[in-house]
Nanobody, 118 residues
Framework: QVELVESGGGLVQPGGSLRLSCAASGRIFSIGGMGWYRQAPGKQRELVATVTGGGRTVYADSVKDRFTISRDNTNDTVLLQMNSLKPEDTAVYYC????????????WGQGTQVTVSS
């Protein structure tokens, strides 16, 4: 059993910053990767950023140079630092975890709302 706890969402003005956190707990044999996805109302869920167990990062073109994803291996936590936020970033942000246990399994957090508005 694995649980993902997300935090850090909220309301912020355009140009502001937020930091999202996702902490994984439970029986985790090996983490294949962690990342963030987002889904705006009426839109398809899309990749924001991911980081593999080896530390490789991937960013969506829309957020690169503004967002930074990082991994705390000790605490099985993934962070998403979001700077220069735009109204287009408004969405529910979901944490995703892929584990090897020993079979591949995918877990999703419940989501945290990020609203960028003046």
């Amino acid at each position: 059993q694995v649980e993902l706890v997300e935090s850090g969402g909220g309301l912020v003005q355009p140009g502001g910053s937020l930091r999202l956190s996702c902490a994984a707990s439970g029986r985790i044999f090996s983490i294949g990767g962690m990342g963030w996805y987002r889904q705006a109302p009426g839109k398809q869920r899309e990749l924001v950023a991911t980081v593999t167990g080896g530390g490789r990062t991937v960013y969506a073109d829309s957020v690169k140079d503004r967002f930074t994803i990082s991994r705390d291996n000790t605490n099985d936590t993934v962070l998403l630092q979001m700077n220069s936020l735009k109204p287009e970033d408004t969405a529910v942000y979901y944490c995703k975890l892929v584990v090897v246990d020993p079979l591949l399994k995918t877990y999703w957090g419940q989501g945290t709302q990020v609203t960028v508005s003046s």
